[in-house]
């Protein structure tokens, strides 16, 4: 039962360490990545519909 508490105690004070670390530390991703993985998105949505759009059109077309 020691050793359970033990490592169960050793792991919280490492991820407490490391999360005070993350924060900071100032590297990561900045305001630029963060509108360039939004506009990827936005534009992989766009295309989405479009190919759900087009799809949904031809099989209408068949069951007419």
Do not use: C, H, P
Not at 6 to 12: F, K, N, R, Y
Not at 17 to 45: M, P, S, W
């Amino acid at each position: 039962m020691i050793r359970i508490y033990v490592i169960i105690t050793a792991l919280v004070v490492t991820m407490t360490a490391r999360l005070r670390q993350r924060k900071q530390d100032e590297r990561g991703i900045g305001t630029l990545e963060y509108v360039v993985i939004g506009l990827g998105l936005f534009l992989l949505a766009g295309a989405l519909v479009g190919v759900i759009v087009a799809a949904v059109n031809s099989r209408m077309s068949q069951i007419n």
